[in-house]
């Protein structure tokens, strides 16, 4: 088993930055890929940005040039800059192996206008 532990969401204004931070612990040799997933009220739970274990970094269209994913299997970085109201969101951590795929519990992030 992993736990994963996000924090850093609050309330900014448009075009301010947050720092989102996701500790991890348990199996975490287990774990090949972390990412940062969202879901908007009403929406799907979307990819944001993931990170292998290598250091390969993959962005959703939508923040590429204002996200940054960094960390590793144990702490995980999403610096989130030139923030705008549709980034509001509950922002998730996800840790994927080979056969699992566990989740945090979430944290939001509110962008207002």
């Known amino acids: 088993q992993v736990q994963l532990v996000e924090s850093g969401g609050g309330l900014v204004q448009a075009g301010g930055s947050l720092r989102l931070s996701c500790v991890a612990s348990?199996?975490?040799?287990?774990?090949?890929?972390m990412g940062w997933y969202r879901q908007a009220p009403g929406k799907e739970r979307n990819l944001v940005a993931t990170?292998?274990?290598?250091?390969s970094t993959n962005y959703a269209d939508s923040v590429k040039g204002r996200f940054t994913i960094s960390g590793d299997n144990a702490k995980m970085y999403l610096q989130m800059n030139s923030l705008k109201s549709e980034d509001t969101a509950v922002y998730y951590c996800n840790g994927r192996g080979r056969q699992y795929s566990y989740w945090g519990q979430g944290t939001q992030v509110t962008v207002s206008s």
């Open positions: 990170i292998s274990s290598g250091g």
């Open positions: 348990g199996r975490i040799f287990s774990i090949n890929v």
